[in-house]
């Protein structure tokens, strides 16, 4: 049983250890495919809210990205395709991206509390100089 139960073991681990999809030639390093995910994400996100004006103005997001990290379509997808072969290197190169995005995603809401807590600061004081603009003054009227 013993004997069995380690074959199996042995056969799982031979296979998982076998290469799908063979390390292509250009292939993007781990750091910058994290780069280019992420900004894909962004972009993706920004096409759902203003996409009419990337339309108008004739932006395509993916040859924004290969352009700008200099790659073209065939790398990005032979590198994509590697790396998705490779589950647990796919995962920490989608786990880096996620904590990239959720790391931005604090950045604006602390900026977003720190816009309203100063126009929060700025409307009770212009509301106190009002308050006091409208409250009596002392009588200037001397006593009998």
Do not use: W
């Not at 996409?51 to 932006?59: C, M, Q, V």
């Not at 100089?129 to 009588?139: G, M, N, Q, V």
């Amino acid at each position: 049983m013993k004997k069995l139960l380690f074959l199996l073991v042995f056969l799982m681990v031979v296979s998982c250890a076998e290469k799908v999809v063979e390390e292509p030639e250009n292939l993007i390093p781990k750091e910058k495919m994290v780069d280019i995910l992420h900004d894909l994400a962004i972009l993706n996100a920004t096409k759902t809210t203003i996409g009419a004006k990337l339309d108008e103005t004739g932006i395509d997001i993916m040859e924004f990205l290969y352009k700008k990290y200099q790659i073209d379509s065939t790398q990005f997808s032979e590198s994509d395709l590697y790396y998705a072969s490779l589950p647990l290197e796919y995962q920490a190169i989608y786990t880096e991206v996620e904590t990239r995005l959720d790391m931005r995603q604090k950045a604006m809401e602390e900026a977003t509390e720190k816009k309203n807590d100063s126009i929060r600061k700025a409307n009770e004081k212009r509301s106190d100089s009002i308050r006091s603009a409208k409250t009596p003054k002392d009588s200037i009227i001397p006593e009998p």
